[in-house]
T-cell receptor, first 112, second 111 residues
Framework: EAQVTQNPRYLITVTGKKLTVTCSQNMNHEYMSWYRQDPGLGLRQIYY???????DKGDVPEGYKVSRKEKRNFPLILESPSPNQTSLYFC???????????FGQGTRLTVV | EDQVTQSPEALRLQEGESSSLNCSYTVSGLRGLFWYRQDPGKGPEFLFT???AGEEKEKERLKATLTKKESFLHITAPKPEDSATYLCAVHKHTGFQKLVFGTGTRLLVSP
């Protein structure tokens, strides 16, 4: 089954404790992105990647890092999480630059 | 500034009561407009892509249309299972899939 898998689904952590949210897709897509979704603000792009070792900032990259060492994986790293990063996070992948994006199930992160 | 505005924020319909959701946009160099459906606790699920004004696409009870300034998602004779949040996103001409999302319309269809 074609899918984008994120882990964990739920995470509660404390301010400053480094964490990684994993994302993996099995569709051989070149393009992958991370979004955060907040009430009243919609989905906002954090980072994207056009291929292995090629990444760039989206609209809200501050406080986040990404890496793309393999085509299928695109982890999101919060090196020193803060409460304003409490949000619902989605990973997405797509075949082309202007084609439909497939989204993961989401990771609900709470930073206390 | 690029902007996508969806209306209404929320919509309550009776089963069988047709209606339309609106997505208006101001973005330079539109490459495509996407409609997604999002169920509570899940990721957005792709519905349609529209690329040029005048284009229409249909899927079951849903029909999406596009003009130069807005898109409509028409829901004909909705059923309770159509209840979800419907998201609109536009893809700009520059940059890889620079999607700008609206905040969505929450649709509730009552039996």
């Amino acid at each position: 089954e074609a899918q984008v898998t994120q882990n964990p689904r739920y995470l509660i952590t404390v301010t400053g404790k480094k964490l990684t949210v994993t994302c993996s897709q099995n569709m051989n897509h070149e393009y992958m992105s991370w979004y955060r979704q907040d009430p009243g603000l919609g989905l906002r792009q954090i980072y994207y990647s056009m291929n292995v070792e090629v990444t760039d900032k989206g609209d809200v990259p501050e406080g986040y890092k990404v890496s793309r060492k393999e085509k299928r994986n695109f982890p999101l790293i919060l090196e020193s999480p803060s409460p304003n990063q409490t949000s619902l996070y989605f990973c997405a992948s797509s075949f082309g630059t202007n084609t439909e994006a497939f989204f993961g199930q989401g990771t609900r992160l709470t930073v206390v | 500034e690029d902007q996508v505005t969806q209306s209404p924020e929320a919509l309550r319909l009776q089963e069988g009561e047709s209606s339309s959701l609106n997505c208006s946009y101001t973005v330079s160099g539109l490459r495509g407009l996407f409609w997604y459906r999002q169920d509570p606790g899940k990721g957005p699920e792709f519905l349609f892509t529209l690329y040029s004004a005048g284009e229409e696409k249909e899927k079951e009870r849903l029909k999406a249309t596009l003009t130069k300034k807005e898109s409509f998602l028409h829901i004909t004779a909705p059923k309770p299972e159509d209840s979800a949040t419907y998201l609109c996103a536009v893809h700009k001409h520059t940059g890889f899939q620079k999607l700008v999302f609206g905040t969505g319309t929450r649709l509730l269809v009552s039996p």
